[in-house]
């Protein structure tokens, strides 16, 4: 990262999982949730690059995130992020579905 000041990436790699869901499918096999929801922040925490995720939107109604990845050996700066993320639209409601 020498030549950038931060690395964008998404928080998760889909949308928030429905209430209940353990499995998502995947063109080319299925995984859990919980390994699902580490794969783009886990690499960030073995690490200790400061990261920050932030919501930025919705899909289908599900939110989706961002994550904001400083560089190594640094210490967290604020910049102002955490206090602007309140700007975000309030999420709509959120409905329950059935498993099965």
């Known amino acids: 990262m020498t030549g950038a000041d931060v690395?964008?990436?998404?928080?998760?790699?889909?949308a928030a999982p429905y209430i209940g869901q353990d499995r998502l499918e995947?063109?080319?096999?299925e995984e859990t949730v919980p390994d699902a929801?580490?794969?783009f922040?886990?690499?960030f925490n073995i690490t200790g690059?400061?990261?920050?995720s932030l919501p930025c939107g919705f899909d289908?109604?599900?939110p989706v995130?961002?994550?904001i990845i400083g560089?190594?050996?640094?210490k967290p700066r604020s910049s102002g992020w955490e206090q602007r993320s309140n700007r975000f639209p309030a999420p709509p409601r959120i409905q329950r579905r059935e498993a099965g």
């Open 7 to 14: 690395l964008l990436t998404p928080s998760l790699p889909v």
């Open 26 to 29: 995947w063109a080319d096999g």
């Open 49 to 52: 690059q400061p990261a920050l």
């Open 41 to 43: 922040p886990a690499p």
């Open 37 to 39: 929801l580490i794969r």
């Open 60 to 62: 289908a109604g599900r």
């Open 71 to 74: 560089r190594p050996s640094t």
């Open 65 to 67: 995130g961002i994550q």
